[in-house]
């Protein structure tokens, strides 16, 4: 992404908050409704927000108490506004959230096809998930509500997200707080010129608590967030081929999950390109800190992170390049990773999360980073500079034990169908990195550190072509002296300096 496109992404922003300090307030008490956690406010909220959109927009104001609702729609121009104190509290009545036959989903507050929206303030948004949830799986047993229970919960769509975007323009949600929505936690979907900024999202009430979905979106800024999630943190995903994502600025934000920090994925229909992560950092995090999957046929392209720092976190990089649907002309090339820091633990990180994820895909000691295509859908031009990680080591050859011979690499399974998680293949033949099938990998400064004893070597390369390795440093506490810490396996343009 050019300079220039974060710029005029950060001046319309400027342009449209500068447009909305100046709009009317309308405060939904005037309109019924009741902050004492009792009453259900739904059609008051409502009737607020209609009015305030066909007079010109403005701000809904939700001064201090409890606001019991269920489903809500914003509107063209109007801005909901949550002061310090107030709570939007959802109902425990599911079928006071609304399942809109346009987008297949439920919410708690939508928007559709609207122009400047936006959601604002210090106050809560708290869908009370869990207890909905639950009270849908008693109606699913009763005979009222059709749902398969797969996995013996209700599906995705049925339950409510917090907030549910659609095809929205020039929208900012800033300074609030997200809790405990019953499915992904917010979805903007086809959105462009969207801000969040300044958020706190704590999203562990049921499963598939996604902290943020941004799915087919363009000129996006996230920044100054705090999200911690049962499911992925930040997540970017495409669900049509059609799809497009572009031009995405992610800065300064935290993320703590029981799956990945921030992941491209697991829907990859269409195009990404255009992504720039700053100064992040993930912790407590079950799986990857950074995820790039491509595996339902998507293009993905010019993705750079520039300052992570990952602790206590079960894989730092996994970037993977697979075919679960046919694509037309998928991709992924071009990544850059610097300026990293990573410590990963022994033990499992999310350990005491309210839904941890699952302890699978045994036996395996810790697996390394990995970068995986496939034979013929290579992975293209991946930088990694000024990287650092630490792995606990203690990995046992008795437990789970995966040679590093070429008969031994040949075996490994390429799983082009498979859910893409970096521990798909179970024990893996490095500790440090794993690459196979991939074009034009350069790592320059980078530093990897096993902090008790490993089997595997510390670095293996499977079917490369352009391996460069510029001050690479290798640490690791081995009784074996004059082990091989560098395996390249039918690696073409090897470069070691």
Known sequence: MKKISIFLIGLAFCVFSASDMNAKDYYATDFGAVADGVTLNSASIQAAIDYASAHGGGRVVLTRGTFVCGSIYLKTGVTLHLKQGSVLLGSLNPWDYVKDTTVNWTAFVFAINQDKIGISGKGTIDCRGFQVANQMVTYIHLGLFKDGL???????????????????????????????????????????????????????????????????CSDVIVRNCYIDSADDAYCFKSHRKSGVSENVLVENCVGRSSANGIKFGTYT?????????????????????????????????????????SIHTGNPIFIRFASRRPGASPCLKDIVIKNVYAEVPYEKPDAGYNYE???????????????????????????????EIVYPGRADSTYAYRGSSPEALAAIPELEKSYPEFSNWKEEPAWGFYIRHADGVVFNNVKIKVAGKDYRPAIVSDDVNGLTLNKVN????????????????????????
């Open 357 to 387: 994820g699952p302890v699978e895909d045994l036996p395996r000691n810790v697996c390394p980073s990995a970068i995986l295509g496939l034979p013929d859908m290579r992975i293209q031009n991946v930088r990694l500079e000024n990287v």
């Open 150 to 216: 797969s996995n013996d919960r209700p599906g995705e769509g049925n339950r409510p997200e917090n907030i549910h975007f659609r095809q929205c323009t020039n929208v900012t949600v800033q300074g609030i707080t997200l809790k405990n929505p019953a499915s992904w936690n917010q979805q903007y979907d086809q959105c462009r010129n969207l801000l969040i900024d300044g958020i706190n999202v704590d999203a562990k009430a049921y499963w598939n608590n996604d902290g943020l979905d941004v799915v087919d």
């Open 269 to 309: 229909l269409g195009s990404f390109k255009h992504f720039r992560f700053k100064n992040m950092k993930i912790i407590d995090t079950y799986r990857s800190a950074f995820t790039v999957a491509s595996v339902d046929g998507a293009s993905i392209e010019d993705v750079e992170i520039d300052g992570l720092k």
């Open 474 to 497: 290798i640490i690791q506490d081995d009784a074996r002296a004059g082990k091989d810490q560098i395996v390249t396996n039918n690696t073409r343009n090897f470069k070691s300096e």
